[in-house]
Structures are given as structure tokens and as C-alpha cells.
């Protein structure tokens, strides 16, 4: 099975300020690479797929780039509602697909 | 727009069962594969089940193999997940998800997410 390694574990951030998201993955995925949001309380939400592509009605500022084993989830300017857990999920020797731990993004 | 609810979750002992429900609307259910996600509290997201688009093809995490089954009614526009022979380490909260893909065409990525039912196996 694939694992993914999420860092940091912590990332905080003033409102505005450029998050960088790190996902590590034990063995290539090529682009077989998902981000999500999840707000407390809340299911997650699909951010990005294929390591770049952007879900439908997702902000332009966030962007993914990587592929193979690395992968970067880049938030330009952050938002008050931009402050959550994000997980990356990968697809790629499917079943089983796997996920991140996790990186919350909290107020600095 | 894409709606699902999931129901049926609560409390069971070691070795009971339980059956979860998940009832979709604004979409073509019919046309599109589906999931279950489970989340412990406080905790991490684990791929549990996923089913095609016309119940054919069936896939199980290796933690609840022989364990649960996933199902769908296609006329009734739900989805579901019997759950046998229950563990404290079931313990989650339960997503029904939806696949990014079309017919013929699964993505194994999530885009519309139920809000999840909690399922806790206790004595």
C-alpha cells in the first residue's frame, strides 16, 4: 500500500501570507493526486485532482503542482475561511486508495 | 445541486450490525460510482468501500473485507453499507461520497461528500 506523508504537521499563518503544503508519497503516483479541505464539523471538499487541476467552483488561489512521489498543495494569499485541515489522497494502484495524515492550517 | 444524507448510524456493541443509507439527489445517481469514507474522531480519513456505477464492480479496504458490504438501489437513489461483526475500531463517522467520474469512467476521487454518520461500537 502507498503511504502519504503530510508536512507539516502545523502550519500557522497570518491572513494573506503564502501557505505551501507538502505530500510525500512512498512509491510513484505519476499525477494521481487529490487535495481536500475539511472545516471543523464538516465533510471534506475537493480542492484539486490530478496533482493540478482545480474541482469546480474552487478559488484560483489554490493551486497543486508535483508528480511522482512530491507534491506541493499552494495557497497565494490566505483567506479567513482558508484556515482547515487539508489531506491528500492518492489514486493510483487503486483498490486500495490511500490518504495523508493531514496538515491543519491554523491562525498565527 | 448534488445532495446525500446519510442515515442509520448510532450506537452498537462488539460483533453487532448495522446498516448505513445514503440518499442522493441532484445528480444522475445512476451514472456515477460511489464510496463510502470513514473518519475517526479526531482523526484521519480511511477509503472504506466503493461500488461502480451499476453495483457490478465492488472494492474493499483490507480493515473490513469480509466484514461489510456495499450495495446501491438504483431506483431509489441510495446507497448503502451493511456492517457486520463490529469493532471498537470501526468507531467513525461514516461519509457516503461521490465519484469524480461518469459511466464507464470511475476516477476514485471524492467530489460531493455527505455530513456523515457516526457510528460507535461500544459495550
Known amino acids: 500500500e502507498i503511504v502519504l506523508t503530510q508536512s507539516p504537521a502545523t502550519l500557522s499563518l497570518s491572513p494573506g501570507a503564502r501557505a505551501t503544503l507538502s505530500c510525500r508519497a512512498s512509491q510513484s503516483v505519476t499525477s494521481d493526486l487529490a487535495w481536500y479541505q475539511q472545516k471543523p464539523g464538516q465533510a471534506p471538499r475537493l480542492l484539486i485532482f490530478?496533482?493540478?487541476k482545480r474541482a469546480t467552483g474552487v478559488p484560483p488561489r489554490f493551486s497543486g503542482s508535483g508528480s511522482g512521489t512530491d507534491f506541493t498543495l499552494t495557497i497565494s494569499s490566505l483567506e479567513a475561511e482558508d484556515f482547515a485541515v487539508y489531506f491528500c489522497?492518492?489514486?493510483?494502484?487503486?483498490?486500495?486508495?490511500?490518504f495523508g495524515g493531514g496538515t491543519k492550517v491554523e491562525i498565527k | 445541486q448534488v445532495h446525500l444524507v446519510e442515515s442509520g448510524g448510532g450506537v452498537v456493541q462488539p460483533g453487532g450490525s448495522l446498516r448505513l443509507s445514503c440518499s442522493a439527489s441532484?445528480?444522475?445517481?445512476?451514472?456515477?460510482?460511489m464510496h463510502w469514507v470513514r473518519q475517526a474522531p479526531g482523526k484521519g480519513l480511511e477509503w472504506v468501500a466503493f461500488?461502480?456505477?451499476?453495483?457490478?464492480?465492488?472494492y474493499y479496504a483490507d480493515s473490513v473485507k469480509g466484514r461489510f458490504t456495499i450495495s446501491r438501489d438504483n431506483s431509489k437513489n441510495t446507497l448503502y453499507l451493511q456492517m457486520d461483526s463490529l469493532r471498537a475500531e470501526d468507531t467513525a463517522f461514516y461519509y457516503c461520497a461521490k465519484d469524480l467520474g461518469s459511466i464507464g469512467w470511475s476516477q476514485y476521487y471524492f467530489d460531493y461528500w455527505g455530513q456523515g454518520s457516526l457510528v460507535s461500537v461500544s459495550s
Open positions: 461500488i461502480g456505477y451499476d453495483g457490478d464492480n465492488k
Open positions: 441532484g445528480f444522475t445517481f445512476s451514472s456515477h460510482a
Open positions: 490530478d496533482a493540478s
Open positions: 489522497q492518492q489514486r493510483s494502484n487503486w483498490p486500495p486508495g490511500s
